[in-house]
């Protein structure tokens, strides 16, 4: 951890890495593997270098019920739901920002899923959500601020008190300034 931090205070201090500084606003969506749904998301973040931003989104990921009988009377379920996150990653772009290339990332999230209400599931519940994620994609510029981007990332983590895991694919935009 403190090889992390040393690195990304090198990064600031140096004066012609510094001038590489800028700031980022993107917006993606995209399904999720596995489980049918989507995911939406919005961030911010601060570029020190060509080569690193940190990021904090906003994400909202729906997942549809999914109610399968088992052919004896009974049934097999997946409640599906509403998970409203917010998230903090890091993203590392190692040929730099400026030309298409490969990236990854890594990060936390925290927030609450409303599971569905139906039939099957009839009682309303909000539960607290943590997770820690990973993944990589591809970034295209396409002007010289504009750039559009493709990613997938896995995230596990908990919610109340059960093993989440998630798997959302995203495509989207960002701008630099």
């Known amino acids: 951890m403190r090889v992390m931090f040393g690195l990304v205070f090198l990064l600031l201090a140096s004066p012609s890495i510094g001038s590489a500084q800028s700031f980022v606003l993107q917006g993606s969506a995209g399904p999720t593997l596995v489980n049918t749904g989507y995911s939406l998301a ?3 973040g601060f570029s020190p270098t060509s080569h690193l931003t ?3 989104d ?3 990921t729906y997942l549809s019920s999914q109610l399968r009988s088992d052919g004896r ?8 739901g509403t998970l409203t996150l917010g998230s903090a990653l890091l993203r590392v772009t190692p040929f730099g920002g400026n030309r298409v290339g490969p990236y990854g990332l890594a990060g936390f999230a925290v927030g609450v899923s409303r599971p569905n209400v139906n ?15 990973f993944g990589g994609g591809i970034h295209v510029p396409v002007k010289e601020r504009v750039s559009i981007f493709a990613d997938a990332r896995m995230m596990v983590g908990s919610e109340a008190s059960e093993l989440l895991a998630l798997a959302p694919i995203r495509a989207g935009v960002a701008w630099r300034f």
């Open 42 to 44: 919005g961030g911010f």
């Open 54 to 56: 940190v990021q904090l």
């Open 58 to 60: 906003v994400e909202r």
């Open 73 to 80: 009377g009974g049934f097999a379920g997946f409640r599906g």
């Open 119 to 133: 039939e099957a599931f009839p009682n309303p519940v909000t539960n607290d959500v943590r997770a820690i994620f």
